[in-house]
């Protein structure tokens, strides 16, 4: 064989071997985490469920661990997609005092622009809830006295309403959280209307309002706690903005978005369909009667049609 047929051989070769690793590389899983906290594992398992479903390869790695390592295994790399809060970009990007996370839309529109820029992360539809400290009655008192916005519980506690209420010294005590509620929408909880309990666990501040602890009949919470629904807490709308939007949403890798474009498709119904009541109880089933995870989600995106 001549040189210039062993070059055109050895190009051919390469080429095909280039070839055989493209096709590889575009096969590769899509590894899919989450945070190790209740809702992670079941965002988590929405999307890797969703995704699988829809035939785009995908390793499981929900519950991989805290903020800081799943987010930095997503920019290294480790990581295709897994589950974020909006309201993180504050911190991610050292904002925190912008009122702009306040705002659900200027919140997502801000934090999916600089996370582009910065990471080429591809911030997906988000859901329509909000993971954000909340203030949450009773469902009996709130039926009875029609309680569904802050301005309800200010209207309530005017007229001389009995009210106590379980938190922890840090919601209490932190300009942010119950002193920027109070200041906001014009009322004052005296220290007899107050259960202070060691810690920041929501599970107690619930578990203290269901069985009505001292008389407790109110309970610091998150938005979208799993015990909300299941133990009937009514979170109190903060129509005033007071704390920045968490709406959970999707963060996939460019890279992995251009090789599997489908996801954004999969995974837009699937989002849509999280409101607040239902990321609870999906929550509520893990959290407080003990269904696995996956099996939750795995009935949800049934109940879809995904």
Do not use: C
């Not at 807490?233 to 903060?238: A, F, I, K, R, S």
């Not at 954004?264 to 929550?283: H, I, K, S």
């Amino acid at each position: 064989m001549s040189s210039l047929g062993k070059l055109l051989s050895r190009a051919l070769a390469l080429l095909a071997l280039w070839g055989v690793m493209g096709a590889v590389q575009a096969q590769s899983s899509v590894v899919v985490a989450s945070k190790i906290d209740t809702e992670g594992a079941v965002l988590g398992q929405l999307i890797y469920q969703a995704l699988k479903r829809g035939g785009v390869p995908v390793e499981d790695r929900t519950q991989l661990g805290a903020t800081n390592i799943v987010r930095n295994a997503l920019i290294a790399g480790e990581v295709g997609i897994y589950p974020e809060y909006t309201g993180n970009g504050a911190f991610f990007f050292d904002s925190a005092d912008s009122s702009l996370w306040k705002d659900a839309g200027q919140g997502y529109a801000k934090v999916k622009q600089l996370d582009f820029e910065a990471n080429q992360l591809v911030w997906l539809q988000p859901a329509n809830a909000n993971n954000t400290w909340a203030m949450s009655v009773r469902g009996d008192l709130a039926r009875a006295h029609g309680l569904k916005t802050l301005d309800d519980l200010a209207r309530y506690l005017k007229e001389g309403g009995d009210f106590k209420f379980a938190a922890s010294a840090e919601f209490v005590e932190s300009p942010t959280a119950l002193p920027a509620f109070q200041a906001a929408y014009g009322f004052k909880l005296g220290s007899e209307q107050l259960l202070i309990l060691s810690g920041g666990n929501t599970a107690a501040t619930i578990r203290a309002a269901s069985l009505q602890t001292n008389g407790v009949n109110a309970a610091m919470t998150y938005g979208t706690d799993g015990g909300l629904s299941a133990l009937d807490l009514q979170v109190l709308e903060d129509t005033r903005g007071v704390q920045p939007v968490y709406q959970p949403a999707p963060v996939v890798r460019a890279d992995v978005l251009e090789a599997y474009p489908q996801i954004a498709t999969l995974l837009q119904p699937v989002f849509a369909a999280l409101d607040l009541q239902t990321l609870q109880r999906l929550n509520g089933e893990v959290a407080v009667l003990g269904a696995e995870p996956a099996k939750v989600a795995a009935a949800f995106l049934d109940h879809l049609g995904q």
